[in-house]
């Protein structure tokens, strides 16, 4: 059994402490291999900011990480920065490199970079990343869960969330999905869902599942989700072939994340 703890938009800036500390409770008692980090990590791409999200990530102790940084870890104000250097304090903290893989023998986590330094929220994915997505999930073994990480959503539920979807979706979508692609997870719009893309998507052909991440620990939560992470469960012998989807949300109540949905994400091979 591999377990992965997917989070997103910490935006250490905004930080609730009891909140923080509840999530280090929650990977201690889960003890999880993976953690992913989908972006967003600071709320205004201060060092700092960084410096803290790095120790907090250290503090959970969780064997293997995989970053990503969102449209808020490139400096807004800065011009300079913006302009020429827009990584360079996301990457002294999180690097060496903006786009990563993990490699394990039941998982495959693939890092997609879809922040750009002209757009100021939307992101986009590019021919280039989606040809090399492709590459690095055809050659995953046969018991590997395929995962790729973007920040901004593949796939909104919503009208009104439509404009902060990722631009060039579609195409990646389709391919991912082609090569072998079980989930893609994402955040940006701090709302927590899941979706199967070949019921949206007509000719996909195959399941691929969209899994989209609250929050974590920032006050900016939205008015109908409460901070939340995903914890993902896969075995690779299990009959028939799934991934266990948790979601677990703050309770401010009692301070401590707790499970509020469970589902069962059945996969293609």
């Avoid at 807004?76 to 913006?82: A, E, I, M, Q, T």
């Avoid at 955040?187 to 927590?192: D, E, M, N, R, V």
């Avoid at 620990?217 to 995903?230: D, G, I």
Wanted: proline letters at 6%.
């Amino acid at each position: 059994m591999t377990l992965l703890l997917h989070i997103s938009d910490p935006h250490f800036g905004t930080v609730q402490p009891p909140v923080a500390q509840a999530l280090a409770r929650l990977a201690q008692a889960q003890r999880p291999d993976v953690l992913v980090l989908s972006g967003d990590i600071t709320q205004r791409a201060r060092p700092l900011q960084f410096k803290e999200a790095r120790a907090f990530c250290d503090q959970l102790a969780i064997p293997h990480l995989l970053t990503l940084p969102g449209n808020h870890d490139i400096p807004l104000f800065n011009v300079y920065l913006r302009l020429f250097t827009p990584y360079a304090r996301y990457l002294q903290v999180f690097g060496p490199a903006l786009e990563t893989c993990l490699d394990l023998p039941q998982l495959r986590v693939l890092g997609v970079n879809t922040t750009r330094r002209w757009r100021h929220k939307n992101g986009e994915v590019s021919v280039v990343q989606i040809d090399r997505v492709v590459a690095q999930l055809q050659s995953a073994g046969p018991a590997q869960l395929r995962v790729v990480v973007v920040h901004q959503p593949v796939y909104v539920m919503r009208a009104e969330d439509e404009h902060d979807r990722l631009r060039g979706w579609e195409p990646a979508v389709r391919a991912w999905a082609a090569a072998g692609a079980d989930l893609v997870l994402g955040g940006h719009i701090h709302l927590p869902y899941v979706c199967e893309l070949s019921s949206r998507l007509a000719g996909l052909g195959r399941r691929l599942w969209c899994v989209q991440a609250g929050t974590a620990l920032s006050s900016r939560v939205r008015w109908e989700a409460p901070n939340s992470v995903n914890l993902l469960r896969y075995d690779a012998a299990s009959a028939p072939l799934q991934c266990q989807l948790e979601r677990w949300d703050y309770q401010a109540a009692v301070q401590r994340f707790e499970k509020v949905d469970t589902r069962a994400l059945l996969l293609d091979r």
